[in-house]
């Protein structure tokens, strides 16, 4: 059965500092993607990245990272040097290949950045 | 913009009640899903769609019933509504394409008094 684990339910940091959400998953396959989303207090869902099984490249977008690594099933995101306008709730998804691409989703890291 | 819509956004409802849920998108996605979002429990599968009349269930299916009779329209049934389907539902479409990213509506909020 495939699982995403996200076990920081609300991380709270101030202004400038960086933070790491993370990100533990299961499957059995071999061929399957990874996603970010970010839902912010307006409360719609933005998708972020997505990255495949294949590809362990880590990726910069600004000051979002984010480290895929396939041997410890584990794809976290880092925001650097944090804004207020990073409060969020923030998931992290899979997605299997075959027949019906079921999205499954964490359960959610809160972040919280304060001024 | 994948052009999703729910309908209605908001609704009040009361327990035993049915309940009709629209999601339309206009770009003929083949997959669309049912996703209901709760407090510590991130978001469901509810029910998901991979064509016109095929459907199949999700984690969290009990109580809900699906159709999709036309591409563009997915409706999510609450048979009869209680208090514990109280929560804030997503639509959501598959982008074409391997691997792609699921694109969501902007949700609705369903309180079941």
């Known amino acids: 059965a495939q699982k995403v684990t996200q076990a920081q339910t609300e991380i709270s940091v101030v202004e400038k500092e960086d933070v790491t959400l993370d990100c533990v998953y299961e499957?059995?396959?071999?061929?399957?993607?990874l996603f970010w989303y970010k839902q912010p207090p307006s409360g719609e869902l933005v998708f972020l990245i997505r990255?495949?099984?294949?590809?362990?490249q880590n990726e910069i977008s600004g000051r979002y990272s984010w480290n895929f690594q396939k041997s410890t099933s584990s794809f976290n995101f880092t925001i650097t040097a944090s804004q207020v306008v990073d409060s969020a709730v923030y998931f992290c998804?899979?997605?299997?290949?075959?027949?019906?691409?079921?999205?499954?989703f964490g359960t959610g890291t809160r972040l919280k950045v304060l001024a | 913009d994948a052009g999703i819509t729910q309908s209605p956004r908001h609704k009040v409802t009361e327990t035993g009640t049915p309940v009709t849920l629209r999601c339309h998108q206009t770009?003929?996605?083949?997959?669309m899903y049912w996703y209901r979002q709760d407090p510590g429990h991130g978001l469901r599968l509810i029910h998901y769609?991979?064509?016109?009349?095929?459907?199949d269930k999700g984690e969290v299916s009990d109580g809900y019933s699906v159709s999709r009779s036309k591409t563009e329209d997915f409706l999510l049934t609450l048979e009869s509504a209680t208090s514990s389907q109280t929560s804030v539902y997503f639509c959501?479409?598959?982008?074409?394409?391997?691997?792609?990213?699921?694109?969501f509506g902007q949700g609705t909020r369903l309180t079941v008094v």
């Open positions: 998804a899979l997605s299997e290949l075959r027949g019906t691409y079921k999205y499954i």
């Open positions: 499957t059995r396959d071999t061929t399957y993607y």
């Open positions: 990255r495949n099984s294949f590809d362990e």
């Open positions: 770009e003929n996605h083949r997959y």
């Open positions: 769609s991979y064509g016109v009349k095929d459907t």
């Open positions: 959501a479409i598959k982008l074409p394409g391997e691997g792609t990213e699921a694109f």
